[in-house]
């Protein structure tokens, strides 16, 4: 492994963590907080770890060698595009009131972990793709 992605992972995984920890003590406090500026703030804060994975992610992307940026920005489009139309359609289902019906909120939440999960399934197939030429 290449130093530019061992220091990714030394950035990103304890972000990574700190964000977990974090989203489940502001999801558990936040409906006990009576003030409407506390609960934004305390519903806010797991995006600070959140800031510092995407800078890793930016980082790395910026440190790799052009092939390897090239798998990224192919990998980050499909993500992007596949992630966009799957909550594209459930929106349209959703407005149709066909099948279940979801909180918007819980519809929101889910759009960046689609993100991040399609990307890192993308990465796989582009990935591939590019050693088999």
């Known amino acids: 492994m290449r130093a530019v992605h061992k220091r990714y992972l030394r950035e990103f995984l304890p972000a990574m963590a700190v964000y977990v920890v974090l ?7 936040v409906s006990k907080i009576d003030s409407h500026a506390w609960r934004a703030v305390i519903a806010l804060v797991p995006l600070v770890p959140i800031v510092l994975a995407i800078r890793a992610m930016v980082r790395v992307i910026r440190d790799q060698d052009e092939l390897e940026r ?14 966009g139309f799957g909550f594209f359609s459930l929106g349209l289902l959703l407005l149709a009131r066909v099948g279940w019906q979801i909180p918007a909120g819980v519809v929101a939440i889910w759009v960046m972990p689609c993100l991040f999960a399609t990307f890192g399934v993308a990465k796989l197939f582009v990935s591939r793709r590019y050693r088999q030429q």
């Open 23 to 29: 989203i489940v003590l502001s999801s558990l406090s």
């Open 70 to 83: 090239r798998v990224d920005l192919e990998s980050f489009a499909i993500a992007a595009m596949a992630t």
